[in-house]
Nanobody, 120 residues
Framework: QVQLVESGGGLVQPGGSLRLSCAAS????????MDWYRQAPGKQRELVAT???????NYADSVKGRFTISRDTAKKTVFLQMNKLKPDDTAVYYC??????????????WGPGTQVTVSS
């Protein structure tokens, strides 16, 4: 059974940094795009960053220049380095991935989320 598990969330002061990790486990034959989403209280879930299989990245305008998505392919792990954090970045951050796992084929998976709170 394929699972995604996030880690690295916590409480940080404005201007600080956090590094989130998302590890995929299970019978995985291949991983396509891996993304980070976030959902703040009372708001819709939004796409924060995308990393495609060929290494292309894309970011929400609100995090460009501050957040960086990367991966360790061998460890099936994607990271989100978050710098210059603002109170508006407070949210639950979710990992999402398209994973090929027989016999189901390519399926979309979500992690349970990790809380990031930016506050003084």
């Amino acid at each position: 059974q394929v699972q995604l598990v996030e880690s690295g969330g916590g409480l940080v002061q404005p201007g600080g940094s956090l590094r989130l990790s998302c590890a995929a486990s299970g019978a995985i034959f291949g991983i396509n795009a891996m993304d980070w989403y976030r959902q703040a209280p009372g708001k819709q879930r939004e796409l924060v960053a995308t990393l495609t299989r060929d290494g292309s990245t894309n970011y929400a305008d609100s995090v460009k220049g501050r957040f960086t998505i990367s991966r360790d392919t061998a460890k099936k792990t994607v990271f989100l380095q978050m710098n210059k954090l603002k109170p508006d970045d407070t949210a639950v951050y979710y990992c999402n991935a398209d994973i090929y796992s027989p016999p189901l084929g390519v399926q979309n998976y979500w992690g349970p989320g990790t809380q990031v709170t930016v506050s003084s």
